[in-house]
């Protein structure tokens, strides 16, 4: 594996120069080994502004290119992380406390690269409107009004993003960004911002015009919620948790802010009485075994049919026993750390307060004998629909299970959630399970299957969030609509 410069002196990228975080710098921690892996820069909010402001000043240039020309610059981006994502596997997985293996194929390489090259071919959304007859009046004459539809740049886009995959998540929201014109202002999650500024290597070496992707940093919110103020800043590009997004909504109204929300999640799992339950189990065991549970549309929330039920429980318990804690560096490991001691403890009292509610502890919800920040993969039964464990999400490596008599009550307990990102069905019957599908309030469903498509759109119902990225939904998604008519 790539070797760790903990020495090493981590900048900000601001107007094209790496500077020094004006407040210094804040350790980061890993959470498997708790050593200290790299000082992060700490900006000041004067240097978010001046961020936001060097974004500001590249926008005319870089929306001026074509979109061919642009996209040249992002294919080469991408050309830029596939080369060097080997070199970045130690720090990242050092700062996120990812499996090996999680680390190598989702949190550097494949999927960011996969999201330059997408965007590396222009993709336009420009349309003409058929002439409408339109006869004469008080504002002119009569004639056939023709009108374009195009897509112009939203602008500056400030990308706010979470800890859980972050290089993967800040390019799925700068490549659609930098493709649509836009320029950036990147704000990663404290706790791991490392392979970010490294991606900030790769933006400079790729030949970008100094300004198009800025890197700001910190450990608290005033980073962050200076460029939601700013008025440099014309859109917020968020992922993170629901009560967040809804203080930055409220925030970024003041200045009118565009949003995209990609928020929290409570994912179902409806298993029918004929799925097969050993492909439900396995992609229920995701939830323990992809990077501990962190991630948002893992489906934590299992809804199995009654006939099914105690198998179901029985074969998720035996599917635990194989799953390794530990060293998330050891090739055998399947279940690593979450990412803080301040995390673990969140996680440990959200099992603890199911168990108080009611809920039956079939295995887990104790702390293995580990250093670092370990949460046994834990199933807890019985769970009914009020309970805190089956309302809110853990973003750890726990499942709480449901139990219901007939479709209608599987899509009500589904639907009973103030979430709606990611939800799925597990059953032979595809006829039926589509149907299923077509009634839950959830932005995304997946049919027998837990990989999503990346080119589908993604994005929440309710509580999960506001707007939709990927495919073309992700120049949608920076883009403003400009009508252009003409009297043809
Ligand atoms: P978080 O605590 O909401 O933080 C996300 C980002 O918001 C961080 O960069 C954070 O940095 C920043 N932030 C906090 N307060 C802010 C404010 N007032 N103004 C501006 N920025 C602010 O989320 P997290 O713990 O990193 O990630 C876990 C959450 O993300 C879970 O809820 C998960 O479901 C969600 N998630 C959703 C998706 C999706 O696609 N829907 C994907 C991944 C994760 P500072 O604290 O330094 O300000």
Avoid at 220 to 249: C, R
Wanted: glycine share 10%; with cysteine; aromatic share 6%.
């Amino acid at each position: 594996m790539s070797m760790i410069d903990v020495d090493k002196n981590w900048r900000l990228l601001i107007d094209g120069e790496w500077v020094e975080g004006g407040a210094g710098h804040y350790d980061i921690v890993d959470p498997h080994t708790t050593d200290v892996v790299g000082r992060a820069p700490e900006a000041t909010v004067a240097q978010a502004n001046d961020a936001a402001a060097a974004a500001r000043a590249a926008f005319g240039a870089w929306k001026r290119l074509s979109a061919k020309q642009r996209c040249a610059l992002i294919g080469r981006l991408g050309d830029e992380i596939e080369k060097r994502s080997p070199d970045w596997v130690a720090t990242v997985q050092a700062e996120t406390g990812a499996t090996i293996a999680t680390t190598e194929t989702l949190q550097v390489g494949g999927p960011a690269v996969d999201r330059f090259r997408y965007y590396a071919t222009p993709i336009d959304l420009d349309e003409s409107l058929s002439p409408i007859p339109t006869p004469a009046g008080p504002l002119g004459p009569a004639g056939l009004l023709s009108a374009e539809v195009k897509r112009q740049p939203v602008g500056v886009v400030a990308a706010i993003t979470p800890y859980n995959f972050p290089v993967t998540n800040v390019a799925g929201k700068i490549a659609p960004a930098l493709a649509a014109g836009c320029t950036t202002v990147i704000k990663p999650a404290p706790q791991d911002p490392l392979g970010i500024l490294l991606l900030g290597e790769a933006v400079e070496a790729a030949g970008l015009p100094p300004g198009v992707v800025n890197i700001v940093n910190g450990s608290g919110p005033d980073v962050g919620a200076a460029l939601v103020d700013s008025t440099d800043v014309n859109m917020i590009s968020f992922t993170g948790s629901s009560p967040i997004g809804a203080k930055i909504m409220a925030n970024g109204g003041r200045t009118m802010k565009r949003l995209l929300m990609e928020l929290g999640g409570k994912g179902a799992a409806i298993v029918t009485e004929d799925a097969d339950l050993g492909t439900a189990a396995q992609s229920i065991a995701t939830v323990w075994g992809f990077h501990a549970g962190q991630i948002c549309t893992a489906p934590t929330r299992v809804i199995a049919h009654h006939a099914v039920y105690d198998q179901l429980i029985e074969t998720l318990n035996t599917f635990s026993g194989f799953m390794k804690v530990g060293d998330p560096t050891d090739r055998s490991t399947i279940v690593g750390p979450v990412i803080t001691e301040v995390h673990r403890d969140r996680v440990e009292q959200f099992i603890a307060s199911g168990i108080d509610d009611g809920a039956r502890l079939v295995c887990g919800g104790d702390r293995p004998d580990l250093p670092g920040y370990f949460i046994a993969p834990t199933l807890l039964a019985d769970c009914t629909p009020d309970m805190h464990v089956v309302r809110e999400e853990a973003f750890g490596p726990v499942i709480v299970v449901l139990r219901y008599q007939d479709d209608e009550e599987a899509v009500q307990l589904a639907n009973n959630s103030d979430y709606g990102l990611y939800s799925y069905v597990f059953s032979a019957d595809t006829k039926r399970a589509y149907h299923i599908a077509g009634q839950l309030e959830s932005g995304c469903v997946g049919l027998n299957v837990i990989q999503p498509h990346m080119e589908a759109p993604f994005g929440g119902f309710k509580m999960s969030g506001v707007g939709r990225d990927r495919g073309k939904w992700g120049i949608e998604a920076y883009s403003e609509l400009q009508s252009i008519n003409w009297m043809a």
